[in-house]
């Protein structure tokens, strides 16, 4: 017989591991919700009209297509099955999609419940999205998005919301963290600056890799890209721009004083950092120029955050968008949202082992099982454990003591509570501390007051 599997790029996940994800998921929503954000969820399926053409051509390839159900073949004909256009084909198999990200379920959403929508609109939402790509390590074909966005406001006091909710949420966690900020509008600045405004998503790309690559590499991407040497000459000292925040953004401002759109971006900047300056921020924040993110339709400010003791991607990203709903025909919504990275904030929680001890607790206290009669004494107790929110169960079999306790050794259970004959006849149960191998004749109430007290 095979032994079952699952699909690649997919992952099963242990109590201990789903222990550890809930409690980030926790830790996440409540501070969504302490900044107003309420929860929506959307289906799993879009119809593939929705998600088609969103993404771009590289994107549409990697979305998951869904077979219609039944006759699929129905109104196929032969010269279609032979043409092997298999894209054209998956349109005829395929109405629906598994979501590739939250960002385009959520315009739809938007689109859809105008009417009923109060702007502006701040929601939250987490879910797993799917995406067809090549399974390697950190990159799954299913994995979660925590993503919080404010639509329907232009107002850059969201932007400083998000970067309130960034810092909260790693302070919660105890994370040290950077968080580079950034402006779509200077890149754009930059561009014309330059005289290669034509080149603006070349440009972006290449240097958003400066981290990865280096400055070398990067200069030879531009280069390959068309621009020439008196542009990249000209790129050098601003990508390579040290300072304050404030120093950095008055080299910036000056350089760009010409351009419209790229003092328009100082601006920007200029206000959020000095409303932050303003509010109790724990973590670093970062003017960082190089910062473009991937994603082309941000237009404003833009957000990634870095671990600061363990080498890892981008945990956190995010940033302003004018038109997210314009892809359904609703033109001129304006946005502004941050996505966390729960599978890499997963990941830096175990490297620094900043897991409380309660996130991962399960039952508190076992009750052994001797038989019929002691297990009808313990029910009522267990009942009256639970009232008082102490996860408590009973072993189900009465068999061996050993295999009882190797049970509770297993799943971490720090106490066990024994009822015999003798305690029984007193009306009290025997209570062992696992953890400390010591045990005492305890009443009811008073081994209540002894495990709730243990946190």
């Not at 995010?318 to 941050?338: C, E």
């Not at 996860?391 to 971490?412: C, F, G, R």
């Given at each position: 017989?095979?032994?079952?599997?699952?699909p690649?790029g997919?992952r099963?996940f242990s109590?201990l591991?789903?222990s550890?994800?809930n409690?980030?998921f926790?830790?996440?929503?409540?501070v969504f919700a302490?900044?107003g954000?309420?929860?929506?969820?959307t289906p799993a399926?879009?119809?593939?009209?929705?998600?088609?053409?969103?993404?771009?051509?590289?994107?549409d390839k990697l979305?998951?297509?869904?077979l219609?159900?039944?006759?699929?073949?129905?109104?196929?004909?032969?010269?279609?099955?032979?043409s092997?256009d298999?894209?054209?084909?998956?349109?005829k198999?395929?109405?629906?999609?598994?979501?590739?990200d939250?960002?385009?379920p959520?315009a739809?959403?938007?689109?859809?419940?105008?009417?009923?929508?109060q702007?502006p609109?701040?929601?939250?939402q987490?879910?797993?999205?799917w995406?067809?790509?090549?399974?390697q390590?950190?990159r799954?074909?299913?994995f979660?998005?925590?993503?919080a966005?404010?639509?329907?406001s232009?107002?850059l006091l969201?932007?400083?919301?998000?970067?309130?909710?960034?810092?909260?949420?790693?302070r919660?966690?105890?994370?040290k963290?950077?968080?580079?900020?950034?402006?779509?509008?200077?890149l754009t600045?930059?561009?014309?600056?330059i005289?290669?405004?034509?080149?603006?998503?070349?440009?972006?790309?290449?240097?958003?890799?400066l981290?990865?690559?280096?400055?070398?590499?990067?200069n030879?991407?531009l280069?390959a890209?068309?621009?020439?040497?008196?542009?990249?000459k000209?790129l050098?000292?601003?990508?390579s721009l040290?300072?304050?925040?404030?120093?950095k953004?008055?080299?910036?401002?000056?350089?760009?004083?010409?351009?419209?759109?790229g003092?328009?971006?100082?601006?920007e900047?200029r206000?959020i950092?000095?409303?932050?300056?303003?509010?109790?921020?724990?973590?670093?924040?970062c003017?960082?120029l190089?910062?473009a993110?991937?994603?082309?339709?941000?237009t404003g400010?833009i957000?990634e955050?870095?671990?600061q003791?363990?080498?890892?991607?981008?945990?956190?990203g995010?940033g302003?968008?004018?038109n997210l709903?314009?892809?359904?025909?609703?033109?001129?919504?304006?946005g502004?949202?941050?996505?966390?990275?729960?599978?890499?904030?997963f990941d830096?929680?175990n490297?620094?082992?900043?897991?409380?001890?309660n996130?991962?607790?399960?039952t508190?206290?076992?009750?052994i099982?001797?038989?019929?009669k002691?297990?009808?004494?313990c029910?009522?107790?267990i009942?009256k454990?639970r009232?008082?929110?102490?996860a408590s169960?009973?072993y189900?079999?009465?068999v061996k003591?050993?295999?009882?306790?190797?049970?509770?050794?297993?799943n971490?259970?720090?106490?066990?509570?024994?009822?015999?004959?003798?305690?029984i006849?007193?009306?009290?149960v025997?209570l062992?501390n696992?953890?400390?191998?010591?045990?005492?004749?305890?009443?009811?109430d008073?081994?209540i007051?002894i495990?709730?007290?243990?946190?």
């Amino acid at each position: 017989m095979n032994k079952p599997s699952i699909p690649k790029g997919t992952r099963d996940f242990s109590p201990l591991e789903m222990s550890k994800r809930n409690y980030i998921f926790d830790t996440i929503k409540s501070v969504f919700a302490l900044y107003g954000f309420k929860q929506i969820e959307t289906p799993a399926m879009e119809t593939l009209q929705t998600l088609l053409g969103k993404y771009g051509e590289e994107g549409d390839k990697l979305l998951f297509k869904v077979l219609n159900s039944g006759n699929f073949l129905n109104k196929i004909d032969n010269d279609d099955l032979l043409s092997g256009d298999y894209l054209h084909l998956a349109a005829k198999f395929c109405e629906k999609g598994l979501r590739y990200d939250l960002t385009v379920p959520f315009a739809r959403f938007v689109v859809m419940h105008r009417e009923e929508l109060q702007l502006p609109f701040k929601r939250y939402q987490i879910q797993p999205v799917w995406r067809a790509d090549r399974p390697q390590k950190g990159r799954y074909r299913e994995f979660y998005q925590c993503d919080a966005d404010v639509v329907g406001s232009d107002s850059l006091l969201n932007e400083v919301e998000l970067v309130q909710i960034i810092d909260t949420v790693f302070r919660r966690f105890g994370i040290k963290v950077r968080i580079l900020i950034n402006n779509r509008k200077i890149l754009t600045g930059i561009a014309e600056y330059i005289g290669e405004a034509d080149k603006i998503v070349d440009i972006t790309v290449a240097i958003d890799k400066l981290d990865k690559i280096g400055l070398d590499n990067v200069n030879a991407e531009l280069a390959a890209n068309g621009l020439d040497d008196e542009a990249i000459k000209k790129l050098q000292p601003i990508i390579s721009l040290t300072g304050t925040n404030e120093e950095k953004l008055d080299v910036i401002g000056e350089l760009l004083k010409d351009s419209e759109v790229g003092t328009k971006g100082v601006e920007e900047l200029r206000y959020i950092f000095q409303i932050l300056d303003k509010v109790d921020i724990d973590n670093e924040l970062c003017f960082e120029l190089t910062l473009a993110r991937g994603l082309n339709y941000y237009t404003g400010a833009i957000f990634e955050v870095k671990a600061q003791d363990v080498q890892i991607g981008s945990i956190t990203g995010g940033g302003r968008y004018d038109n997210l709903t314009g892809i359904f025909g609703m033109p001129g919504l304006s946005g502004v949202g941050i996505s966390f990275g729960a599978d890499r904030i997963f990941d830096v929680l175990n490297a620094l082992e900043l897991y409380p001890e309660n996130a991962m607790s399960g039952t508190k206290l076992l009750f052994i099982n001797f038989g019929e009669k002691e297990t009808a004494y313990c029910l009522p107790i267990i009942s009256k454990l639970r009232a008082c929110g102490i996860a408590s169960e009973m072993y189900p079999d009465a068999v061996k003591m050993k295999k009882q306790m190797n049970y509770a050794n297993s799943n971490n259970i720090n106490y066990v509570a024994l009822a015999g004959e003798n305690e029984i006849a007193e009306g009290k149960v025997t209570l062992k501390n696992m953890v400390l191998g010591e045990q005492q004749l305890v009443s009811v109430d008073e081994m209540i007051d002894i495990v709730s007290g243990d946190k």
